[in-house]
């Protein structure tokens, strides 16, 4: 199960500007959707590249869907130099003005609820601004984010604050993010608290049998293994051998849809699957970029293959400001950072940046959750191609085809180290 939260938290005090508050030019929605999602794509892989290489021995798991909404929220009252930061982050450029930005996120959350009505499958995502109610709001901020908007009296009930944050991501999260923050992480200095909790649940449309799941060894090396529970199944998936990445890429859909025979998703788990190579893998990551991505995705055929992958469950929790400094992320945790949009009477910058996300993946499907605070291939063909087997490291990804959102992604290194 993977849940995916993302918090900012302010250690200081944060007009939303006439062109956010003001009635803007309204482009076609769908396109500014299709828009902001790229963008999404492109800051997913951007986030993996950089975790990956302060991390370049151990298992990834993380959301990017839940950290980009909650920079998406920091985004929405940052002004001056802090806003077109955020803006070069987040790949939002494309939009004129703030207005056309929320009004796709406005959209997508809109349609995400009308999917979640119709689909068997479990994905969604929350997002709150928890602000200390001293903090004068600019006078339609609360017109614009009014849902997600909580006042709270965080400097006299810090400890009560903290227990209600806790709270609420462990209920968006279903109990598996249960103490995201920790005593000392929000103090009576704290004016903001900026989060998004995500919980994905999802039973494989094809799924692998008990019976046949059996201890195999995974290679971490040409001469290092362990053994692991192999799960295993024969059928018809999308597959595409692709060179351009050095790598096979496969497509396990979930099920989306109340039909029994109905073989088409919305949402599937990628595995990109390098040659044995001793630096395949980071020779595959250095290629992978939203258009290889998407192209591999478009290239793919259905084809018979025998498929061997892991069961495996995996927590980590990650500190996200040195992560999003090597993403050009900066200003926001600075004195000088702007805020204006949130508030025009007390400066606000962020002090912390967490990430909690879990996944579990076993016969039935996947569970994954997460949690994210902001405080303030020719040679890598196998010899069978009829054969799909995850016995040394891969990457995967939960992937939106409706959205083309990377909703979860990781790096499956060594299941020694899994926690």
């Known amino acids: 199960m993977k849940v995916c939260l993302s918090l900012v938290l302010s250690l200081l005090p944060a007009l939303l500007s006439a062109e956010f508050c003001g009635i803007q030019s ?3 929605m769908v396109n500014m ?5 790229s963008g999404e794509q492109e800051f997913s892989v951007a986030m993996l590249d ?6 370049p021995t151990e298992n990834v798991f993380f959301s990017p869907y839940s950290t980009y909404h909650v920079l998406m929220l920091a985004y929405f009252g940052a002004t001056g130099e802090t806003e077109q930061e955020l803006t070069r982050a987040l790949r939002l450029s494309w939009a004129s003005s703030k207005e056309e930005v929320r009004s796709a996120y406005r ?3 809109q349609l995400r609820g009308t999917r979640a009505k119709n689909m068997p499958l479990e994905f969604s995502s929350a997002d709150r601004l928890y602000f200390d109610n001293r903090v004068q709001l600019a006078s339609c901020l609360d017109e614009r984010l009014h849902e997600e908007i909580v006042k709270l009296n965080i400097r006299d ?3 009560e604050t903290r227990q209600q944050i806790n709270g609420w991501i462990a209920k968006e999260t279903r109990d598996q993010i249960k103490d995201m923050l920790s005593s000392g992480d929000i103090d009576s200095n704290t004016q903001l608290v900026l989060a998004n909790a995500a919980y994905f649940k999802g039973q494989w449309l094809t799924r692998f049998n008990v019976d046949k799941t059996e201890q195999m060894p995974f290679y971490t090396s040409s001469d290092k293994y ?8 024969k059928g018809n998936f999308l597959m595409h051998p692709d060179e351009r990445l050095g790598a096979h890429v496969l497509q396990l859909p979930y099920r989306t849809s109340h039909k029994e025979d109905d073989e088409n998703s919305e949402i599937s788990m990628v ?3 390098p040659s044995f190579a001793n630096d395949a893998l980071e020779q595959v990551l250095s290629k992978l970029n939203a258009t290889t991505l998407k192209d591999s995705l478009k290239e793919a055929s259905q084809r018979e293959i025998e498929i061997s992958l892991p069961k495996f469950e995996f927590e980590q929790r990650l500190e996200l400001v040195p992560i999003l400094r090597q993403m050009g992320v900066n200003l926001i945790f600075e004195s000088n950072a702007s805020f204006m949009d949130f508030s025009t009477d007390q400066s606000i910058n962020f002090g912390d940046a967490k990430h909690v996300a879990k996944i579990k993946v076993d016969e039935e499907g996947s569970t994954a959750a997460a949690a994210t605070v902001l405080v303030s291939f020719r040679s890598a063909r196998p010899a069978e191609p009829t054969k799909f087997e995850c016995n040394h490291p891969f990457v995967f990804l939960i992937y939106d085809h409706y959205s083309n959102a990377i909703l979860f992604t990781g790096i499956y290194r060594d299941p020694k180290t899994m926690k």
Do not use: C, D, G, H
Not at 33 to 37: I, V
Not at 50 to 55: L, M, P, S
């Open 26 to 28: 309204n482009p076609s």
């Open 33 to 37: 959707r299709f828009q902001l999602y």
């Open 50 to 55: 950089a975790i990956r290489k302060a991390t």
């Open 107 to 109: 959209m997508e959350k």
């Open 157 to 159: 009930n810090v400890e």
């Open 226 to 233: 362990s053994f692991v529970p192999m799960m295993k199944q």
């Open 271 to 273: 595995i990109i699957l």
